[in-house]
């Protein structure tokens, strides 16, 4: 019999994953939109976003489209930049804290605009801004209008072929000449070369560059300068050589670009002073608090770390989605001549319902983060300007602590980001390593964050030694840690030896942060006791990392904690109970379950049984809930941009339709067709060689 026709002539039934999807959405328990307010941390939020949101899916510059995932490299740039053009509309009008937002939602579809205005408005002006005087930042951020993102559009030139990480050996020179009140700029060797400058190689003007300052052949370290780098006609100024780095493993939208510098005289004025001060006579002053001025590279940090909210968010919707609409061969209890779906395998189940719960744990602490940023440097700002020392002295305490936090989380959740979108691609079977289901290209564009703005393994290790230095000063001389890091002011308490998780009843949030916080104390009181014994740091940089690592997860668990108590309806309590629970048996406890275990605070009979039985069920509760908890993220499907991942679940009629739509299929041959053909209908060998090894020519050449 003829079934009846949807989008599409069926002769007999086939899958119908929406109808799977509307299945799961009547066993919803909450209502996600609550659900929503939540995740973002305010209504108020919530509804900018939305209203973000909106804008962006109509806009026909902005909006992404399947065809994005096709694009060469210089059709990349060129829709980057198109892009980039639109959005100098929008930072013209409206308020730029929602500019920012706007910008932080399209970062998670398209990375390369994200990247290429970050570098100009937070990198760029950022160190204007954190090392420059008030004169400088009216001069080139508000008079010149880069924070409009008019007249001229800036790089930030800190790294270098021979240097990353370590900022404070890039070897570019700033000599100054005294006589004519000039610094030269200058590259004196190939390992000092600027390199994957974003920007630089086709786009920039300007770029704040990070060179050591040479004063009478004293070297006073790295400061910072602002360097044309550009005319007004666009032509390389004299002095200046750049090139392109080429093709990466993404982003490809960004010019990233290396610079040289031969002598490149620029005026004293164009050195940043706001800590660091070199007048006329070239007399240098260095300030007590000049790393303050290092403060300017936290927002791209925590930018960063928010970024994995946005991005897993995107991701788990599409394989959760992907999960309840696929069927795939017979499983227990399944109906007869019916496939069981994905996400009714324990094993799928295993694989995804763990990234779910991390995105919406993700999702409150990195709000907390923003939020932290904020108010620092608003504070630090003002305490400044006002040359107030005690709030100086209090700004550099939230500082440090925000260094940690924003070293910690953004080194921890790029990595958990970047095996949350291999595990859901893996997740989506074959149809997840399709162009069109985004999964490709976003993981290019995603893993650089790996490696930038501070390698995740030199962050951590920074933030794993202030943790120790903080054990350390608590334990030897009873000190009191401030700021977010207030928990190890308790390290006597934890370094008890007793277990802390011993049944099941222990296995709650509270008892499990106490938990975590005793494991960060005692890692770091033995770490300590290996470097005394050695006299290395870099003895201790396995344990360095793995404190830091833990911290993040002490932030995020804290801030879970903190939100569920201010939470009135009970079907969002029990519901975010669930996905916590999950969170922390997985994420921590399985995770790190050697540590858990060697520094005993984790009996080893309750470490198995997790494993074995607790997070599987805890896998099945947050799995009844799950298409609920993605639709709580309110991404749109414009933005969402994946052909598997669609709000009514008819993916394989809009995967199908992608397809053909982008591949026209009036095109039957290839232009490689002609090479095809000829292969296939090649003479044979013999004829080929024009018969000559044939019996008969044999036979004639015999005689």
């Given amino acids: 019999m003829t079934s009846f026709t949807k989008t599409s002539v069926s002769t007999s039934p086939g899958p119908d994953p929406g109808a799977l999807m509307g299945l799961e959405r009547a066993k919803a328990c909450f209502d996600p939109r609550d659900m929503y307010q939540i995740i973002e941390g305010t209504p108020e939020k919530a509804h900018k976003i939305l209203d973000l949101y909106q804008s962006l899916e109509r806009d026909p510059i902005l909006a992404p489209s399947f065809k994005d995932y096709e694009l060469s490299r210089g059709e990349n740039r060129e829709q980057t930049t198109s892009r980039i053009a639109r959005m100098t509309q929008y930072v013209e009008q409206e308020p730029y804290p929602d500019f920012w937002r706007r910008l932080n939602l399209m970062t998670a579809y398209d990375p390369s605009l994200g990247i290429r205005i970050a570098v100009n408005l937070g990198l760029f002006i950022n160190c204007i801004k954190g090392n420059g005087t008030d004169a400088q930042y009216k001069y080139w951020c508000l008079e010149k209008e880069a924070k409009y993102m008019k007249q001229l559009w800036g790089c930030f030139g800190m790294t270098e072929l021979g240097h990353g990480s370590n900022a404070a050996g890039v070897e570019t020179t700033a000599t100054f000449d005294a006589e004519t009140d000039e610094f030269v700029i200058n590259t004196p060797h190939i390992g000092a070369t600027k390199w994957w400058i974003g920007g630089a190689a086709h786009s920039a003007t300007h770029s704040s560059i990070y060179a050591r300052l040479i004063v009478k052949g004293k070297d006073w370290g790295v400061k910072t300068f602002v360097v044309p780098l550009r005319d007004s006609n666009h032509q390389l100024m004299p002095g200046v050589a750049i090139g392109d780095i080429g093709s990466k493993m993404g982003r490809e939208g960004v010019d990233n670009g290396w610079i040289q510098f031969s002598s490149v005289r620029i005026p004293r004025a164009f050195m940043l002073q706001k800590y660091c001060k070199v007048d006329r006579d070239g007399t240098v002053t260095l300030p007590p608090l000049e790393q303050l001025s290092y403060i300017s590279l936290l927002q791209g940090r925590v930018g960063m770390a928010s970024d994995l909210y946005r991005i897993c968010a995107r991701f788990i919707t599409v394989a959760t989605r992907y999960a309840v609409g696929r069927r795939q061969f017979r499983g227990d209890g399944a109906k007869k001549g019916e496939e069981t779906q994905l996400i009714n395998y324990p094993l799928h189940q295993r694989r995804l319902m763990p990234i779910l719960a991390l995105t919406y744990v993700a999702a409150l602490a990195t709000d907390r983060l923003e939020r932290q940023h904020e108010s620092v440097v608003e504070e630090l700002e003002t305490a400044v300007k006002l040359n107030d020392e005690k709030a100086i002295h209090k700004s550099l305490g939230d500082t440090k602590s925000l260094f940690v936090d924003s070293a910690s989380l953004k080194s921890t959740l790029?990595?958990?980001?970047?095996?949350?979108?291999?595990?859901?691609?893996?997740?989506?079977?074959?149809?997840?390593?399709?162009?069109?289901?985004?999964?490709?290209?976003?993981?290019?564009?995603?893993?650089?964050?790996?490696?930038?703005?501070?390698?995740?393994?030199?962050?951590?290790?920074?933030?794993?030694?202030?943790?120790?230095?903080?054990?350390?000063?608590?334990?030897?001389?009873?000190?009191?840690?401030?700021?977010?890091?207030?928990?190890?002011?308790?390290?006597?308490?934890?370094?008890?030896?007793?277990?802390?998780?011993?049944t099941e009843a222990d296995l709650n949030p509270t008892t499990v942060l106490w938990a975590l916080e005793a494991l960060i104390v005692r890692v770091a009181f033995e770490a300590s006791k290996k470097r005394d014994e050695s006299s290395s740091w870099d003895n201790v940089s396995y344990e360095r990392v793995l404190l830091s690592k833990l911290r993040c997860h002490q932030y995020m668990l804290l801030t879970f904690i903190d939100a569920m108590a201010n939470i009135g309806k009970p079907e969002l309590l029990y519901i975010l109970a669930r996905v916590v629970r999950l969170y922390f048996l997985t994420h921590l406890l399985e995770n790190f379950s050697r540590e858990f275990v060697n520094y005993q605070v984790l009996c080893p009979k309750l470490s198995l049984q997790i494993s074995t039985q607790f997070i599987g069920v805890s896998c099945l509760q947050v799995r009844e809930q799950a298409i609920t908890l993605t639709d709580s993220f309110q991404i749109p499907d414009t933005l969402l941009n994946s052909a598997i991942g669609g709000y009514d679940g008819n993916w394989y009629e809009t995967y199908f339709k992608v397809v053909k739509t982008q591949n026209d299929i009036t095109e039957t041959k290839a232009p490689y067709s002609l090479d095809l053909e000829a292969m296939l209908n090649r003479l044979s060998y013999n004829e080929r060689g024009r018969l000559e090894k044939s019996a008969e020519s044999i036979e004639k050449l015999s005689h």
Avoid: P
């Fill in 414 to 502: 790029t990595w958990l980001a970047e095996q949350s979108i291999t595990e859901s691609r893996q997740a989506c079977g074959g149809l997840g390593y399709s162009a069109y289901s985004g999964f490709g290209k976003s993981y290019a564009d995603w893993v650089v964050q790996c490696t930038w703005e501070g390698d995740n393994n030199v962050l951590g290790m920074s933030a794993g030694r202030t943790i120790m230095k903080n054990v350390e000063d608590v334990l030897n001389k009873n000190a009191k840690i401030s700021g977010t890091s207030l928990f190890l002011s308790k390290a006597h308490e934890y370094l008890g030896g007793e277990l802390v998780l011993q």
